[in-house]
C-alpha cells in the first residue's frame, strides 16, 4: 500500500478537466488506493471508470446551484470515512484549489485529527487554452492572469473590482460564467474594456463533445446562448487566447458561410470567425 496514504488520511485530488488522459499519474496511484472515493458531478467518466472495482463510490454531485449535498455534510462525510480507518480521497474536478471549497474541508479534517494531503490537478483554463491552441499569457500584451467565479449567491449581483479586471494586459478566466456572461460584457466595456476584445468559451473542456467558441466581449452574451445549463463553460478574455493565425486559414463551403472553421485534431473544434481573424 502506498507509504504516503495510510489508513484513516485523506487525499483531495484534482480530476484535472475531464479527459483521463489530462489526470496526473499521482492522482491515478491515490484511486487505485482509496477505499472510498466521494467525487463531484463535474468529474469526467473516463476519470471516474479508472477507480477499482470494489472500491466504495459515492457522489456528492455539486454543480453551479444544484448541490445534492451540501458543503458541511460533505465535511461530516470525509471525517467519518477516515475516523473509520479508510482511505478516503474526495475527488474534484480541475485542481482542487481553484474555486473548490477545499478550504472548508481541510479545516474541518485538521480539525478532527485527520490527516489530509493536496494533490493537485489541471484546472480548466489550462485545458480550454490548449484545446483553443492559445495561451493564458503572452509577452508584452498580457502580463496578468487572473482566475475569477461569476457564480453569485441567489439574488445577489457580482460584486466584482471591475475596474482592475478591465485592464488590457489582464487575461481573465471566467469560471461558472455562461449564465452571468452578459452582465460581465457590459461591466467589463463599461470599467473601460475594449468591446472587440477577444473572448473564447469553452464547453465540456477535453470531453468527446467539447465545442470551442470565439468572437469579440460584445457578443459574449450571444455566444453562450445556445449552452445547456448542463454544460459546464469557462470563459477567457483577452488578447493572449485570440485565435491563432493557423485556425484563421480560409474557410470554404458551408461552414465559411457560417463564419466557423472546423479543425480536425483528435475531435472536431469550430472556430467562429471574430476580431482576431477578421472579417470573413
Known sequence: MSHDFPAGSVWLVGAGP?????????????????????????????????????????????????????????NVLLARAA?????VVRLKGGDPSIFGRLTEEL???????????????????????????????????????????????????????????AAPDATLAVYMGRAAAGEVSRKLIAAGRAPDTPVMVAVNVSL???RILRGRLTALAFLVETIS????????????????????????????????????ANRPVRFPIDAACGEP
Do not use: Y
Open 107 to 165: 479545516d474541518h479534517l485538521e480539525a478532527n485529527g485527520v490527516t489530509v494531503r493536496i494533490c493537485p490537478g489541471i484546472t480548466a483554463a489550462s485545458a480550454a487554452a490548449a484545446s483553443g491552441g492559445a495561451s493564458l499569457t503572452l509577452r508584452g500584451l498580457a502580463r496578468k492572469l487572473t482566475f475569477l467565479t461569476a457564480h453569485a449567491r441567489a439574488g445577489e449581483a457580482l460584486d466584482l473590482d471591475w475596474t482592475a479586471l
Open 208 to 210: 468527446p463533445n467539447e
Open 83 to 87: 475516523l473509520a480507518g479508510k482511505r
Open 18 to 74: 475531464g479527459d483521463p488522459d489530462l489526470l496526473t499519474r499521482k492522482a491515478e496511484r491515490l484511486l487505485a488506493a482509496a477505499d472510498i472515493v466521494f467525487h463531484d458531478a463535474l468529474v469526467g467518466p473516463g476519470v471516474l471508470a479508472l477507480i477499482p472495482d470494489g472500491t466504495e463510490m459515492v457522489s456528492v454531485g455539486k454543480r453551479s446551484g444544484r448541490h445534492s449535498k451540501d458543503q458541511v455534510s460533505i
Open 229 to 264: 445549463d448542463n454544460d459546464p463553460s469557462l470563459l477567457l478574455i483577452g488578447e493572449a487566447i485570440a485565435v491563432s493565425s493557423v485556425a484563421c486559414g480560409a474557410n470554404d463551403g458551408a461552414d465559411a458561410q457560417l463564419g466557423v472553421k472546423t479543425v480536425s
